[in-house]
């Protein structure tokens, strides 16, 4: 399923905005603008399918810390004016989770999340009540099964969690499941674990990996992926010009694998603890973009951070090639990356901005 477009209302600076999505995108501008803002707010989609999302916003600071705290819109209803909302629209079904705040003084867990309202439609039929195909009200909800009727889930529901997280007899509900597992393979990669030793640095049981783990950590285990099932030419292709001096290999002992590194005039491998955090963050941003499996949707999150500008050509090339099998969202505050990425794909380049505290997309791209 190709994300068409993506709608966030009321998270921290997004009061509100309206992204059409491209196979490739690069969202860009200054920096506290707010684009951290946004692929957090996407992330969270993500996290809701996996019954993550009151664990998700408290890491956040709970739903107080992530609500929009400016000015309310005069046209805004009260109910859409005390809700974060988040929708994604695919080829084949909309979805949308109204987030709102817990009555005061109603539990302990005050910083939860309550769930308002969840929805599907399916697209191309716009929002019309014969194509939701799932409507939540708060702790109720109506599912279209596999015969095609509309019945009540009958499981009692957790206020503070997506309907995704706690879907139990999927096979009855295919519709909702394969929307369910899509969203679940989204791939988020923010920041990788490249400070002293962090288990990056070392060596690690090494178990077949055509995934990269979020922070990194498995990064041997899928680089040896990579080089036995994977496009292991280009692997090495684009180590090789990011690092012309140097050749990477992974060294494997009592099963646990490290990444060590061949560099002209060492006498010696440097193993992974000796690793500069930029090289180590730039072989994970490898390793993540060629992974055998790729995934439908994945977003990265500010990939220049700590790597020096000689290896922007390097990485922008490899954006573009990934593209060809994922949707890609690439939030850049370097102008010269999304110029870079351009020079190889057709990029769907949104800048933002932020005026009196709000996000806002910049009217010229």
């Keep these: 399923m190709t994300i068409k477009q993506i709608h966030v209302h009321g998270f921290r600076s997004i009061k509100n905005i309206t992204l059409p999505l491209q196979q490739l995108n690069v969202v860009s501008g200054p920096n506290g603008c707010g684009k951290s803002n946004l692929y957090k707010a996407v992330r969270l989609l993500h996290e809701a399918t996996n019954g993550r999302l009151a664990r998700a916003l408290a890491e956040e600071g709970g739903i107080q810390k992530v609500m929009w705290a400016g000015k309310k819109s005069c046209s805004a209803s009260r109910k859409e004016a005390n809700r974060l909302i988040l929708s994604v629209e695919m080829d084949d079904m909309e979805y949308e989770l109204a987030i709102g705040f817990p009555s005061p003084g109603s539990s302990l867990f005050d910083l939860d999340p309550l769930v308002k309202e969840e929805r599907i439609w399916l697209s191309g039929q716009q ?10 009200t708060n702790q109720t909800a109506f599912l279209h099964n596999i015969e095609g009727e509309r019945v009540s889930y009958s499981a009692v529901l957790q206020s503070e969690e997506s309907l995704f997280g706690q879907l139990s007899e999927p096979h ?10 899509h969203l679940r393979q989204w791939r988020f990669y923010h920041e990788f674990a490249v400070w002293p030793g962090s288990p990056l640095r070392a060596p690690q049981i090494g178990v077949r990996a055509p995934v ?18 994977g496009h292991h030419e280009l692997l090495y292709k684009v180590t090789g010009r990011a690092f012309p001096d140097a050749e990477f290999q992974v060294d494997v002992k009592d099963g646990r694998f490290q990444m060590l590194m061949l560099r002209q005039g060492i006498l010696r491998p440097l193993e992974s603890a000796e690793f500069s955090d930029g090289t180590l963050r730039f072989l994970c941003l490898v390793v993540a973009l060629l992974s055998p499996r790729p995934p439908a949707f994945m977003a990265l999150n500010e990939p220049e951070n700590s790597l020096h500008e000689d290896l922007l050509p390097a990485l922008a090339e490899l954006i573009a090639e990934a593209s060809q099998f994922s949707q890609l969202w690439v939030t850049s505050h370097s102008p010269k990356l999304a110029a870079l990425i351009a020079q190889h794909a057709e990029v769907n380049h949104i800048q933002l901005e932020q005026i009196d505290g709000e996000t806002r997309i910049a009217e010229e791209a």
């Design 127 to 136: 929002r019309r009540p014969s194509s939701c195909i799932m409507q939540r």
């Design 172 to 181: 009855r509900y295919p519709e909702l499941s394969l929307l369910r597992e």
């Design 212 to 229: 990269l783990a979020h922070d990194g950590a498995n990064l041997a285990a899928a680089w040896a992926t990579i080089v036995e099932q």
